[in-house]
C-alpha cells in the first residue's frame, strides 16, 4: 500500500513527500467503526469493520455467568422481583397452558435497576471492548436475557434476521455496540446466532412480522427484504464467549432443537454523546407504536409517554460523562 502510494507521489512528481507518506501507517486513518488508540489490535479492528461483529472468546468468567444464570431463575419464580422488569413469555408456550418458573420465559428485558444482573453491564472486561466503539462516555440502553426454550415443532423459537437499530431512536448507529455474551455453549443445535457479516454497512430497512406459520413472537420483527443469498455465519460459541456487533448487522438465530434453555445475556450500549431522533414517517413508526402499547400496559392506560421518554427511562450510565440520552 505504501509502495503505491510512493509510486502515485513519484507519478505527480513530488519527491519530498515520499518519506512522510511510508512513515504514516496506513491503518492509522483507515478504520470507521472503531475508535483509534482502543483495545483492539489492528487485525480486529480490520475485521470489525469488514465484518461487523467480533467474538472475543472466554471474556467472561464461568462464576460469573453462574450468579447471573442463578438471578434470572430467581426472577422468573418470582422470589426476586426487579422494578419494571419485563417478562416475555414464549408465543407457543404462553397459549397452551401455565407453566411456573423459567420454562414459560423467553426473555427478560430492562433488568437495569437489579443490582446483580447489572453488574453484567458494568463488567470492566466486557466495557474496555465497547469503549473501541462507543468511545469514553458510555450507556447501557437495553439489557435482555434471552432464554430460548426447545422448540414445540412449530419453529416458533426461531429470531428472525433483523436489525437492532430498528428498535432504537437513537444515532449515530456507529457509536451504538450490542454486547452478547453465551451463558451455554451455543450452537445450531441449540439456535445460536446467526449473522450476515458486511451488512452493518447497508441501510436500516423495512421490519415487519415474518409470515411464519406456527407463530412469531411479540416484538419478533424481522426484515422485509431478506435475501437468502447473502453469505450466512453461525456464530458457535462457548460459554463466557462474547460477541460484539453493530446495531445495523442483520442477524437472527435459529430453532432450539434440544430440550434444554439456550441461554444469553446481552446489553446494548451507546455512547452518550448520541442524540435522540423522533422516527414518525419513519419505518421505525410500527415498533415505536407496539413499544408505546406495551409501555401503557406496564404504567396505566392514560400515561403521556413518548418513544424517546422509553428509552430515556431505560438509558443508565457506566462510564465517563453523561449526556443527552443518558443523564
Ligand atoms: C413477511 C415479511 C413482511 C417480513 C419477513 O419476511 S421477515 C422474515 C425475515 N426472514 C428471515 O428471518 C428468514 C431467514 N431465516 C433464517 O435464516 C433462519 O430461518 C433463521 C431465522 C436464522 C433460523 O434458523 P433455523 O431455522 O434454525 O435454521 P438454521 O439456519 O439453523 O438451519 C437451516 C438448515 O440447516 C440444517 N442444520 C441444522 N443444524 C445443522 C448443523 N449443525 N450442521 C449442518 N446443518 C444443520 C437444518 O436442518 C436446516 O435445514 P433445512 O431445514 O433448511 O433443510
Ligand atoms: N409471548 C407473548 N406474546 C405476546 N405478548 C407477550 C408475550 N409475552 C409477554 N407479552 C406481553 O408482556 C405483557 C406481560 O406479560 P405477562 O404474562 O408477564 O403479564 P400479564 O399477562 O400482563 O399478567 P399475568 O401475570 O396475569 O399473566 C403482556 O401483557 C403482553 O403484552
Ligand atoms: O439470542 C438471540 O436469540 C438473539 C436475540 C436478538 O437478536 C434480539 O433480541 O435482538
Ligand atoms: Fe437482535
Ligand atoms: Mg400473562
Not at 518519506?19 to 472503531?34: D, E, K, L, R
Not at 396505566?300 to 457506566?318: E, H, P, Q, T
Amino acid at each position: 500500500m505504501a509502495d503505491r502510494l510512493q509510486t502515485v507521489f513519484r507519478h505527480l512528481g513530488s519527491g519530498r513527500p515520499q518519506q512522510a507518506i511510508s512513515t504514516i501507517p496506513v491503518s492509522a486513518a483507515a478504520y470507521q467503526y472503531s475508535q483509534p488508540g482502543c483495545i483492539l489490535s489492528d487485525e480486529q479492528r480490520r475485521f470489525y469493520d469488514k465484518n461487523g461483529f467480533l467474538v472475543i472468546k472466554n471474556l467472561v468468567s464461568g462464576d460469573k455467568i453462574d450468579k447471573y444464570k442463578e438471578r434470572f431463575q430467581k426472577v422468573c419464580t418470582g422470589e426476586v422481583k426487579i422494578p419494571g422488569v419485563i417478562i416475555m413469555r414464549d408465543v407457543a408456550i404462553a397459549k397452551s397452558e401455565f407453566v411456573p418458573g423459567e420454562h414459560a420465559v423467553t426473555k427478560i428485558q430492562d433488568w437495569m435497576l437489579d443490582p446483580v444482573l447489572f453488574e453484567y453491564c458494568c463488567d470492566p472486561e466486557i466495557l474496555k471492548y465497547v469503549e473501541a466503539f462507543t468511545g469514553p462516555d458510555i450507556a447501557a440502553m437495553h439489557t435482555m436475557i434471552i432464554n430460548k426454550p426447545p422448540d414445540p415443532g412449530l419453529k416458533t423459537s426461531r429470531h428472525p434476521m433483523h436489525q437492532d437499530l430498528h428498535y432504537f431512536p437513537f444515532r449515530p448507529a456507529d457509536r451504538i455496540v450490542c454486547s452478547w455474551t453465551a451463558m451455554e455453549k451455543v450452537d445450531r443445535s441449540n439456535g445460536c446466532l446467526v449473522v450476515l457479516p458486511g451488512s452493518h454497512t447497508g441501510e436500516l430497512k423495512q421490519h415487519d412480522y415474518p409470515e411464519w406459520e406456527g407463530g412469531v413472537n411479540k416484538m419478533y420483527h424481522g426484515v422485509r427484504d431478506y435475501s437468502p443469498d447473502h453469505p450466512r455465519v453461525h456464530l458457535e460459541m462457548e460459554k463466557g464467549d462474547t460477541v460484539f456487533f453493530h446495531p445495523i448487522l442483520i442477524h437472527g438465530s435459529g430453532m432450539n432443537r434440544t430440550k434444554g434453555f439456550r441461554k444469553a445475556i446481552s446489553c446494548h450500549y451507546a455512547s452518550t454523546q448520541c442524540h435522540y431522533i423522533d422516527v414518525e414517517g419513519t419505518t421505525q413508526e410500527n415498533i415505536s407504536d407496539e413499544t408505546l402499547e406495551i409501555a401503557r400496559k406496564k404504567f396505566g392506560g392514560n400515561i403521556k409517554i413518548s418513544f424517546k421518554d422509553v428509552w430515556r427511562l431505560r438509558a443508565r450510565l457506566v462510564k465517563g460523562q453523561p449526556g443527552e440520552i443518558a443523564e
